[in-house]
């Protein structure tokens, strides 16, 4: 079983930051990759950014400047620092990685998370 946990999200003001957290457990072999999505209503779920293992870094062009993603040391938990938010990013906020498990190495599969919901007032 994997799961992965967002956690981090709320309510700011335009301009304001937040740091949202995911942590990855369960039977994991390996983690490739992981990011972060958002969905807000009526709208599909776009990238907002992503970190490999050896950490290279890509950001959706809209939030290029303002936001960072990163990871801890044992790459189980990735980070995502938003600054300067604005109210047009409100949105549940998704973590997602790509994997194996235990016992199936060679097979990698996305997996995400339940989300966290952050809500940017004007």
């Known amino acids: 079983q994997v799961q992965l946990v967002e956690s981090g999200g709320g309510l700011v003001q335009a301009g304001g930051s937040l740091r949202l957290s995911c942590v990855a457990s369960?039977?994991?072999?390996?983690?490739?990759?992981m990011g972060w999505y958002r969905q807000a209503p009526g709208k599909q779920r776009e990238l907002v950014a992503t970190i490999t293992n050896d950490g290279t870094t890509a950001y959706a062009n809209s939030v290029k400047g303002r936001f960072t993603v990163s990871r801890d040391n044992a790459k189980t938990t990735v980070y995502l620092q938003m600054n300067s938010l604005n109210p047009e990013e409100s949105a549940v906020y998704y973590c997602?990685?790509?994997?194996?498990?235990?016992?199936?190495?060679?097979?990698?599969?996305?997996?995400w998370g339940q989300g966290t919901q952050v809500t940017v007032s004007s």
């Open positions: 997602n990685a790509l994997l194996s498990k235990i016992g199936d190495w060679y097979n990698y599969d996305t997996y």
């Open positions: 369960g039977d994991i072999f390996d983690i490739r990759s």
